[in-house]
């Protein structure tokens, strides 16, 4: 049985008595991704699939946001270090691959920005609720540090809402708030903010009680449309993303960022 307690610093995990494994996000107040959290979330899926006494996933956070980005010692740990920069495609690869081949059915519980690794996280999940209010938005983010999705964005948001719709928040990193990304497909429902976890864990307990094998086979089949698309898009994307670090836009965008000012893109020669 894993120790999860002793194994994750940023995540907590609590199994319910009907094996509904809710993992918390704990990093507040925003949930950014650092290092640490990086290589734990692209774990925490496979430690899942092996656990016999999980069922189903309800994938919540504490704090403000469920999780608005990377930190800014995770995009300094691409700077001039080729073998760090290997790492973070491995863990990168991992979390898409480990989401996709996660078999038990998995909720999403999003309140707050759900930005970058995070948003992706949450809608490759089979149920996604979220908070209904105006905080709570989904936002890919890449282009905010001056480069193109590589970790999941091109693949999930193609399929959830169609091309047309994905280049338009891809591009641009726009937010889509909940009740806009209930309408569009991107997420399954809104929920009153205090009733978001309850609804969440209600949804993950009704998925562990079905028919096991089925559900997990049907979700398996299912899947098969990321992992076809994970096959064609995955490391072409996270190869556009890698190449697009430490060049003009991508250096500019973290100037800004440590800066507090808007990027100048403009003006790059």
């Given at each position: 049985m894993v120790d999860y307690g002793k194994k994750y610093q940023h995540l907590k995990v609590e199994i319910s008595a009907e094996g509904v494994a809710l993992v918390t996000l704990n990093r507040p107040p925003h949930n950014l991704i650092n290092i640490k959290m990086h290589t734990e979330l692209a774990e925490i899926p496979r430690e899942l699939n092996d656990d016999d006494d999980v069922r189903a996933v309800v994938l919540a956070a504490n704090g403000k946001n469920f999780a608005s980005g990377g930190d800014y010692e995770l995009f300094e740990r691409y700077k001039d270090?080729?073998?760090?920069?290997?790492?973070?495609?491995?863990?990168?690869?991992?979390?898409?691959?480990?989401?996709?081949?996660?078999?038990?059915?998995?909720?999403?519980?999003?309140?707050?920005?759900?930005?970058g690794m995070g948003c992706q996280m949450a809608l490759l999940c089979d149920i996604v609720l979220a908070a209904d209010d105006e905080k709570t938005r989904f936002s890919d983010g890449h282009m905010n540090i001056g480069v193109p999705p590589g970790d999941g964005g091109a693949l999930i948001f193609p399929l959830l809402i169609g091309l047309g719709r994905a280049k338009q928040y891809l591009y641009t990193a726009d937010p889509i708030y909940a009740k806009e990304a209930e309408r569009i497909g991107l997420i399954n429902k809104v929920v009153p903010p205090d009733q978001l976890l309850p609804a969440a864990m209600e949804w993950g307990t009704r998925l562990a009680n079905l028919p096991t094998s089925a559900i997990r086979w049907a979700k398996a089949a299912l899947n098969q449309w990321l992992r076809v698309g994970a096959v064609n898009i995955f490391n072409y994307s996270w190869g556009l993303q890698m190449y697009a670090m430490d060049k003009p836009d991508n250096l500019e965008a973290l100037a800004a960022m440590k800066e507090k000012r808007p990027p100048r893109f403009r003006d790059l020669k």
């Open positions: 270090q080729p073998l760090k920069k290997a790492i973070s495609r491995k863990e990168a690869r991992d979390f898409i691959w480990n989401m996709i081949d996660l078999e038990k059915p998995a909720v999403a519980a999003v309140h707050g920005l759900a930005t």
